[in-house]
């Protein structure tokens, strides 16, 4: 057995000696044989020398001895080291592990042997030392003859002795062995090494004995790091310590460095109790005692070394020995160095986190990390930052994967809105807000820097959408579902995944919302049915329901009954193309009556209504209906107009083959003149109906057509588009508000009232839709007064038949009927008239008749001169425009330039007149004052 | 004998335990390689003390570094023989 033991390890010295010495290709075998034996020889006798049997067999012991060491000289290998060790211990091989760890670290920081030797020509060869343990070349072996005598002093072989002197020089790499070479030491000195030893035992012998003593102060250190008062360091209050008096300056300013962690960590400790105001408040402070406890995990292996050190002091030494014993105030400085440094930063954002809340948190230690010059800063910070964040990321989870604001302590940056707000108030006043747009808002000051903004942006349009997915459009399964398959922990560090994820939850909740939209609610029917009926885009429609409620319209306001209405607009419906539209359009389209005022009649109060109800009216918002109401109404009256003035041209028309016919050169010169006006407004009104609906709404909606069914529309663009959709029809039809903000409303309001209200037509008086109404007003007057002259010449046919047949029983009473033009240029007098009036019985009926034409030939005229006039400062206002299209109006009303446009000079100037004109009812006074306004504005 | 897998598994575990080893000499500065180290074991399992053995292992060493500086000064003086 042991026969067969020595065979191995004859054969193992034989393949470390091969493989330690390399063949010298110079010799020849005989000589490479020789010294393979000779150093086999060697081996051999230094490993049957008897060895110290005093070593302990303990695989703790060998393991304590290298942890040790690496604590000395490398703490961060020593927890690989320890990681190591544990696992070694696991492996079932191996039944001398104590030894190969003994022998490791017998072998530990041996010079490299692929180095040549520094001092080769000088040195002897190898078997000078044969038998001998050979001097080992300077290396630092310092740990090795410290920590035996510390710990295990029986094992000191005596070649130690002799390298423990040698290796002074070696004592130069190492700055904390500074205290090592002490007078004990002398017992075996060296020449090289009696400097140093000299000098230590001067200073050893010179050293004022401390009161406290330094043993006693170590041992009270651990305390005083943990912020504990004690009683040769006792804390005065939170942020004083109180150091002895009696102690030596450069002990003081020891103390000093290491009182500086002590404090930190009392004040961090009472900021980690203190309590905090949010849930990132809290896991800053979770954070931080994390971090404490890794320091006072340094302190109680501080304290253990400590203890160690001082349960081995020699009493006898000059200041106990406590150099030897690897100890030292100073070395406990420099262990507790990098923990201060972290310590420091710590408090610096205790410090600076009590003014900041929520996301501002983040972005303090955020800035720390990625704006810090410092490695060591940044790396402390970002590892900080993983646990801060953790809540943030909560609430992140919840927002953009189940649309819920999760957030007790306003952190997050999407905050509730407060419905008090002063803006809100304003936006909500105008009809613009909305479940969409109020619910929610970004706080930009909470925007940790963590993320940016765009993706805060994004973040923020995934949860609102979810949540109105969830509340408005009651599809809180879809959300459930969607947060149960996508639902993804989301936690600091990897920026990029996160934004994948985010981008594809952006796309999803996009892509569902939009699907909603379509789908469920119908929401491009109903713009497509906002356009057909409000905008009087279905032609053959509102041509019905026109021509069914003409004579109901013109009756007063208050004759109006709503039943009629609807059955009217039930009969339009059946009666055209709209029949075919589908329920859910039609039974939204309702017919009422405006808020009425004395004197309209019905033609002034009637509008169609769309009803529109949640989740849609987040597009079509109470602004938006509005507005509907405002361009129906507008076109509702154009439309009117042009009825009426169409009925007034079908019967002029037909009655010049009857009725019309007279001999009466003056009456028909009027009747020339006026069918020419007449022609005149149908081309205005006309040109002005074309313009609107297809210049105007046509290209607008072909615009919003075109945003919104793009491929990643979302809602707000869809809100933004139609908001542009409507803007852009308001302005272009010449309904544009280009006033001062404040009187927007007031506008909208007098218009949604029928436009009857003096004070918003002071403010107006120069827009277009004033100029338009104005022109409309007149051009009803004109309407009127041309039924007027038809119903003079009907009568004067009738008297005349009359008169004729009259005459043919008194052939004796000669009359003419020219003379009922009598206006100014008859050549029969008026006696023969007065003759006529009281010739007669029916003569009567005719003097008035007669009476009638002159005013009624003067009001046509002023009524065609004030539509002359208005139509030329409205075409001179239109040449000036900057919108293309409006200058086109002009252009199309004016194409043979019969008008010569107006510029006005100063919009002021014209204003009292057309005040006059407007508020005028009357038609006299109204013409006059037209006429008047016109000459002002001449001038 | 051991059956095969048995084996293999003691294999794998001393495989591993010259790693752990090899490992810690890094960290200890010892400048063992593999080889070495795996013989050192073997040595240390058949009884060998380790303060002995690594006496060995540096003296060893020491040997090898002078044959080297020996090897260099022979090659540094061979040219002027070869001219003369």
Not at chain 1, 857 to 884: C, H, M, N, S, W
């Amino acid at each position: 057995m042991s026969n067969d033991r020595g065979h191995r390890v004859a054969s193992a010295i034989d393949s470390l000696i091969t493989h330690l010495l390399p063949a010298n290709p110079d010799d020849d075998d005989q000589v490479a044989q020789d010294k393979h034996d000779a150093c086999f020889e060697l081996v051999r006798s230094i490993i049957e020398r008897p060895s110290s049997p005093a070593v302990s067999a303990d695989v703790n012991h060998a393991s304590d001895l290298i942890k040790r060491k690496l604590i000395q000289s490398n703490p961060t290998q020593a927890l690989r080291f320890s990681n190591l060790y544990t696992r070694l211990l696991s492996l079932p091989v191996l039944n001398q592990k104590w030894a190969i760890l003994y022998l490791l670290y017998q072998l530990s920081d041996s010079p490299d042997p692929n180095e040549p030797l520094p001092l080769s020509p000088l040195r002897q060869p190898g078997p000078v030392h044969r038998g001998q343990s050979p001097p080992p070349p300077p290396t630092r072996g310092v740990e090795w003859g410290e920590s035996s005598k510390t710990a295990t002093p029986a094992t000191i072989p005596e070649e130690d002795a002799f390298e423990d002197a040698f290796a002074s020089s070696g004592l130069k790499k190492l700055p904390l062995e500074k205290t090592r070479p002490l007078p004990d030491d002398d017992a075996s000195p060296k020449k090289s090494a009696r400097d140093v030893s000299l000098k230590s035992t001067l200073l050893a012998d010179n050293s004022v004995d401390l009161e406290p003593s330094e043993t006693v102060l170590l041992r009270e250190l651990p305390y005083t790091l943990q912020g504990l008062s004690s009683a040769a360091l006792p804390f005065v209050n939170d942020t004083t310590l109180k150091l002895p008096r009696t102690l030596p300056p450069p002990i003081i300013s020891l103390l000093h460095t290491l009182a500086e962690p002590s404090l930190l960590y009392r004040r961090l400790a009472s900021f980690v109790k203190s309590p905090a105001r949010g849930l990132l408040g809290q896991s800053l402070r979770a954070a931080i005692n994390i971090e404490l406890r890794a320091y006072l995990t340094l302190i109680a292996t501080l304290e253990g070394e400590v203890r160690r050190a001082l349960s081995s002091l020699d009493e006898a030494a000059p200041r106990h020995g406590i150099g030897k014993a690897g100890v030292t105030l100073k070395r406990c400085v420099v262990w507790t160095r990098e923990a201060t440094m972290g310590l420091r930063l710590m408090s610096l954002m205790a410090e600076q986190s009590t003014s900041k809340h929520g996301g501002q948190l983040i972005s303090l230690v955020h800035g720390f990390s990625s704006s810090h010059g410092d490695p060591v800063v940044a790396a402390f910070a970002e590892r900080l930052l993983a646990d801060v964040t953790r809540p943030f990321y909560d609430i992140l989870r919840r927002w953009i994967y189940d649309g819920e604001l999760s957030d007790p302590h306003l952190e997050f940056f999407v905050r509730e809105q407060s419905p008090h707000d002063e803006d809100r108030k304003e936006s909500k006043a105008k009809g613009q807000a909305s479940v969409w747009n109020s619910k929610y808002e970004v706080v930009d000051a909470m925007v940790p820097s963590i993320i940016t903004a765009d993706f805060a942006q994004k973040v923020f349009l995934i949860g609102k959408s979810l949540n109105f997915i969830r509340h408005s459009c009651g599809d809180s399964q879809w959300v459930e579902a969607y947060s149960k398959t996508s639902s993804k922990e989301l936690k600091y560090g990897d920026t990029a995944t996160l934004e994948t994820w985010i981008d594809e939850a952006y796309k999803t909740t996009m892509q569902r919302l939009m699907e909603l939209m379509d789908s469920r609610f119908h929401l491009f029917e109903h713009l497509q049915a906002l356009k057909n009926y409000i905008l009087l885009g279905q032609g053959d429609f509102i041509a019905l329901l026109m021509e069914s409620l003409a004579a109901n319209l013109d009756r007063p306001a208050g004759a109006q009954y709503r039943h009629t209405l609807t059955a009217q607009l039930e009969h339009a419906i059946r009666g055209s193309n709209a029949q075919y539209d589908s329920d859910e359009v039609l039974r939204r389209l309702d017919a009422r009556m405006l808020q009425l005022s004395h004197g309209d009649i019905g033609w002034d109060c009637f509008t169609l209504e769309y009803k529109i109800d949640a989740p849609v009216d987040v597009v079509v918002t109470e602004w938006g209906n509005r507005q509907y109401l405002k361009v129906f109404n507008f076109l509702w009256r154009i439309k009117r107009v042009e009825f009426a003035l169409a009925t007034t041209w079908r019967k002029c028309m037909t009655g010049a083959r009857g009725v019309l016919q007279t001999k009466d050169k003056e009456v028909l010169q009027t009747w020339k003149g006026t069918r020419g006006v007449l022609a005149e407004m149908i081309h205005f009104v006309g040109q002005l109906q074309y313009y609107i609906l297809f210049e105007v709404i046509e290209s607008s909606w072909a615009e919003l057509q075109k945003n919104i069914r793009k491929e990643d529309c979302t809602l707000d663009d869809l809100i933004t588009a139609h908001t542009k959709y409507l803007t852009s029809i308001t302005h272009k039809g010449l309904l544009g508000a280009r006033r001062r903000q404040h009187h927007d409303s007031v506008k909208e309001a007098a218009l949604a009232s029928g436009s009857r209200d003096p004070a918003a037509e002071v403010e107006d008086r120069n827009s277009y839709m004033i100029q338009l109404s104005e022109l409309l007003r007149t051009m009803l007057a004109y309407r009127d007064s041309v039924d007027g002259l038809y119903s003079w010449s009907v009568s004067d046919f009738t008297r005349r038949q009359e008169l004729g047949a009259v005459g043919l029983m008194r052939k004796n009473q000669v009359s003419t009927p020219s003379d009922g033009g009598g206006g100014g240029s008859g050549d029969q007098p008026g006696a023969g008239l007065d003759s006529a009036a009281g010739g007669s019985g029916s003569g009567s009926g005719a003097g008035i008749v007669k009476s009638e034409l002159p005013a009624l030939q003067e009001r046509l005229k002023q009524l065609g001169l004030t539509f002359r006039t208005r139509l030329q400062i409205l075409l001179g206002d239109l040449a000036y425009q900057p919108d293309v299209d409006m200058r086109f109006l002009g252009v199309s009303m004016n194409f043979n330039d019969v008008y010569q446009p107006v510029r006005r000079k100063t919009k002021t100037s014209a204003g009292p007149g057309a005040v006059v004109a407007a508020s005028g009812s009357g038609a006299g006074s109204g013409a006059a004052a037209g006429s008047a306004a016109n000459t002002s504005r001449a001038a | 004998m051991a059956p095969p897998d048995e084996r293999s598994e003691k294999q794998a575990a001393a495989q591993q335990a010259v790693d752990i080893l090899h490992e810690i000499s890094t960290i200890l500065n010892c400048h063992l390689d593999r080889r070495t180290l795996s013989i050192c074991i073997s040595m240390i399992e058949n009884g060998v003390s380790p303060e002995a053995l690594a006496s060995v292992v540096k003296e060893l060493r020491n040997e090898a570094q002078v044959q080297e500086a020996h090897a260099q000064e022979a090659q540094a003086q061979a040219p002027p023989v070869r001219r003369r």
